[in-house]
């Protein structure tokens, strides 16, 4: 599998989209920094998930099968590797690159804290940047079915707009109901802020931690089924050309 992984990843390493793990959390502080001076940390933490974030990995996830689409997945076809292994393998990439960006933006973020106002705890951060992996790994296969099945812009702006959209219903009790709206939601004991980035006042029932775990172990039963079920479409057509 690792071979697979990395395999995937050498294909776009020319590629705009793989340069975004890095580039996507530089983008985010800057504007942070731009826009809100020494409480950067607020401001880059929350465009991260509700904007920035989404649209990196719908970018991600296109572009895996964008490039394959360039080759009429001639470059699949050819390999006597079981299709599900080679589906599997590129979903894994994709949540290498997830799991990097993650870090990578934690890491900026408690650095500019050092050197302006370290407005949330440095653990505190790390755990939110690991939640955001977490529950959007489930998105994974979905985005990248699409883009399948569509095309790289169509696949994107479906994305995009669910996660956005999905925000308006992260603070109601019932938003187990929209897995869209987990994200926004489960930070908020850790970056202490409403989506909408306004600071959440003390004692509100948003800092109550007890949502997390649920949250998370839905988070990655839907992640398990839809990488299976993704599989099995892939191979299930894996000798017709989209």
Known sequence: MFHLIHSELLKVRHTFALKLFVAAPIV???????????????????????????ITIA????????????????????????????WIGKLFAVAVLLLLTNFVMWGGCTLFGVFTVMNIDPLNGFWGCMLLFLVYVWQLPLIMLLAKKTNYLTAVLISFSCN??????????????????????????FFKMHPNGIPIENGS?????????????????????CFLL?????????????
């Open 205 to 225: 029932f948003l800092l109550n931690t007890g949502t997390i775990i649920p949250a998370v172990l839905l988070s990655l039963i839907l992640a398990v089924l």
């Open 28 to 54: 985010t502080l800057s504007l942070g920094y731009i826009l809100s001076g020494k409480f950067v940390q607020f401001t880059a933490y929350n465009w991260w998930y509700i904007l920035i974030l989404p």
């Open 230 to 242: 993704t599989a099995w479409l892939f191979t299930k057509g894996d000798r017709t050309h989209d």
């Open 59 to 86: 970018i991600w996830c296109a572009s895996f099968i964008s490039c394959e689409k360039r080759t009429q997945y001639q470059n699949v076809f050819c390999l006597s590797v079981d299709m599900k292994k080679i």
């Open 164 to 189: 956005i959209l999905s925000t308006i219903g992260a603070e109601s009790d019932l938003f187990y109901l929209n897995p869209f709206a987990i994200p926004a939601r489960i930070v908020c004991p």
